[in-house]
């Protein structure tokens, strides 16, 4: 029924910048509310970010808060997370989630279609 589907992994240095894109397939994405997710190797996953259906309402990890910013375009079924001042320590491979209902938090179980992921690489 669903697939999302990552974009915009790579490698960038501390510092830099980068975007991430999730696009949508299904019905009504605009009705549900949209997460970021991340895992490194040998951590668990860690939630980054969620937006609610209209956009209206966001959240975010104290990790990346000030430094991410996520955001939504309804008429492209695409979610978006912009990523500034890169820390080592944001590498990771970072997965977008649609979540069951409209409910913007940071629950990774209350998410149930998931992406493959897009490989995140800060260098120093």
């Known amino acids: 029924q669903v697939q999302l589907v990552e974009s915009g992994g790579g490698l960038v240095q501390a510092g830099g910048s980068l975007r991430l894109s999730c696009a949508a397939s299904?019905?009504?994405?605009?009705?549900?509310?949209m997460g970021w997710f991340r895992q490194a190797p040998g951590k668990e996953r860690e939630f980054v970010a969620a937006?609610?259906?209209?956009?209206?309402?966001?959240i975010y990890a104290d990790s990346v808060k000030g430094r991410f910013t996520i955001s939504r375009d309804n008429a492209k079924n695409t979610v978006y997370l912009q990523m500034n001042s890169l820390k080592l320590e944001d590498t990771a491979v970072y997965y977008c989630?649609?979540?069951?209902?409209?409910?913007?938090?940071?629950?990774?179980?209350?998410?149930?279609?998931w992406g493959q992921g897009t490989q995140v690489s800060v260098s120093s």
């Open positions: 937006i609610s259906g209209s956009g209206g309402y966001t």
């Open positions: 299904g019905r009504t994405f605009s009705s549900y509310a």
């Open positions: 989630a649609r979540n069951r209902a409209n409910r913007a938090v940071g629950a990774w179980n209350e998410y149930a279609y």
